[in-house]
Nanobody, 123 residues
Framework: QVQLVESGGGSVQAGGSLRLSCAAS????????MGWFRQAPGKERKFVAR????????YYEDSVKGRFTISRDNAKNTVYLQMNSLKPEDTAVYYC????????????????WGQGTQVTVSS
């Protein structure tokens, strides 16, 4: 069992930055691939980024490439999402998720989810 708690969301103007954190409980965090998803009001949850269990492999959705960076610190049981050059279309609730197997881009690949943190970007 893995419990995930996101933090770091907030309101920022376009062009600004935020760093999301996702703290995980459990001794097996380092064996999970991790992902970030986001969900805007009235829309489905969409993939943002993922990172392998070791941190050696990352993958991003096209619209965030070059602006967002996913990383992890297995010693701290934490995964991060650094978000730069934020745009109003980045506004959403952001969720972190853990996958026992290789993480893909679909939500059904993930086994555990956090409660989400709101990110609001104003123009």
């Amino acid at each position: 069992q893995v419990q995930l708690v996101e933090s770091g969301g907030g309101s920022v103007q376009a062009g600004g930055s935020l760093r999301l954190s996702c703290a995980a409980s459990g001794r097996t965090f380092s064996s999970y691939a991790m992902g970030w998803f986001r969900q805007a009001p009235g829309k489905e949850r969409k993939f943002v980024a993922r990172i392998s269990w070791s941190g050696g492999s990352t993958y991003y959705e096209d619209s965030v490439k070059g602006r967002f960076t996913i990383s992890r610190d297995n010693a701290k049981n934490t995964v991060y999402l650094q978000m730069n050059s934020l745009k109003p279309e980045d506004t959403a609730v952001y969720y972190c998720a853990a996958a026992r197997n290789s993480a893909a881009v679909v939500p059904t690949s993930y086994n555990y989810w956090g409660q989400g943190t709101q990110v609001t970007v104003s123009s």
